[in-house]
């Protein structure tokens, strides 16, 4: 009986009271059947987190709660986002437990890849992503702005898991390393492979939702993937100063062809003068902002005070660490 693997399955919920009823017992099918094969210790729990739900998800999540304390549950002070919410419910379990795999409450990420996951875990990898086999549940809209997202977002050199979103088991070790990650502007597939370790993938084939509505329209789709880009790399602004050396240089020359055709006559009056105004003002322009954008770009990325290594093994340096590998 492996006591040692205490899991926390960690879901937010926001507006769920349609989905919840009945994916709530398929978890619990899933974590009994892993205690009663001694693959997860009895104390192992379903967390759920209302992210300030203004429906009836929070009154089902209590209800829950007092018929099996398997199941447990957080509540937001109000809706903060899908990634806030997953983000308070690791916090909350990471001190509690060995091990966190986080999924969605609406079906869509395959429960049965949990055993996949934990096999992993048992054999040394603290990160485990559960990536998508295949996109064919998807519209053909977002199937292809997916793949423009990871296209540019690898593009700009920030490393992201290819068709992986936030079905992902992470060891209470991890957590608490991502726990020092003190940025407000967060976007956990990409800040996950930032803290290092040992990690490996399995696929699972992720189905319709169950019921109910996305949450994601394309306006949250496309602020995710702006908060994506720029919390995990200034690339843009260093292209902007780029574009403004391009710029500089095509007004240089707009100078010089301006200069000529006024001293070769082929010009209106005042138009020689305009252009060289014009053309230099906006490369100059262009290149300064870039430069004072980098800084700024900069700046922000200190702000974030993100630990610049993370000492993941020690010896006989009295460390209090808890030791969360089974
Ligand atoms: N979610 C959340 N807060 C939000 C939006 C979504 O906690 O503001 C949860 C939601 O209940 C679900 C998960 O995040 O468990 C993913 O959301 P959804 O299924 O709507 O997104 P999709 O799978 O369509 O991308
Ligand atoms: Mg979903």
């Not at 693997?5 to 619990?28: D, G, H, K, R, S």
């Not at 997953?86 to 609406?106: H, N, Q, R």
């Not at 053309?279 to 974030?304: A, D, H, N, P």
Request: proline share 2%; hydrophobic share 40%; aromatic share 8%.
């Amino acid at each position: 009986m492996n006591q040692d693997v205490l899991l926390w399955l960690v879901i937010p919920c926001y507006n769920e009271q349609e989905v919840l009823p009945v994916t709530a017992p398929l978890f619990m099918a899933k974590l009994k059947e892993l205690i009663s094969s001694g693959r997860i210790s009895d104390n192992s729990r379903i967390l759920f987190i209302n992210d300030g739900s203004s429906d009836d998800t929070w009154r089902i999540i209590t209800e829950l709660s007092s018929q099996d304390n398997h199941y447990s549950g957080i509540s937001l002070s109000r809706n903060r986002g899908h990634q806030n919410a997953l983000l308070a419910g690791l916090m909350e379990a990471k001190d509690k437990c060995s091990v966190t795999i986080s999924l969605d409450c609406d079906g869509q990420d395959d429960i049965n890849a949990v055993d996949e996951m934990l096999s992993e875990y048992t054999s040394g990898s603290e990160v485990v992503y559960g990536v998508r086999s295949d996109r064919e549940n998807d519209t053909w809209f977002k199937r292809n702005t997916a793949q423009m997202f990871y296209g540019i977002i690898r593009s700009m050199g920030a490393e992201v898991v290819y068709n992986h979103a936030d079905y992902r088991l992470i060891s209470a070790r991890v957590l608490n390393h991502l726990a020092e990650f003190r940025e407000v502007n967060i976007f956990l597939r990409g800040m996950i492979p930032l803290a290092g370790f040992k990690s490996s993938c399995v696929m699972y084939s992720r189905k319709k939702r169950i019921a109910g509505e996305t949450h994601y329209p394309l306006s949250k789709m496309l602020s995710l993937a702006f908060d994506g880009i720029t919390s995990l790399t200034i690339k843009p602004i260093t292209l902007i100063a780029s574009l403004g050396i391009i710029a500089g240089l095509v007004g240089l020359a707009g100078i010089i062809w301006a200069l000529v055709a006024a001293l070769t006559g082929y010009n209106v009056t005042g138009w020689a003068s305009t252009m060289c105004v014009v053309c230099f003002l906006g490369g100059i322009q262009l290149l300064s902002l870039g430069i004072i954008g980098e800084y700024v770009g900069k700046t922000y990325m200190e702000s974030k005070h993100r630990p610049r290594y993370i000492v993941s093994e020690s010896v006989n340096v009295n460390s209090e660490r808890r030791v969360s590998l089974s």
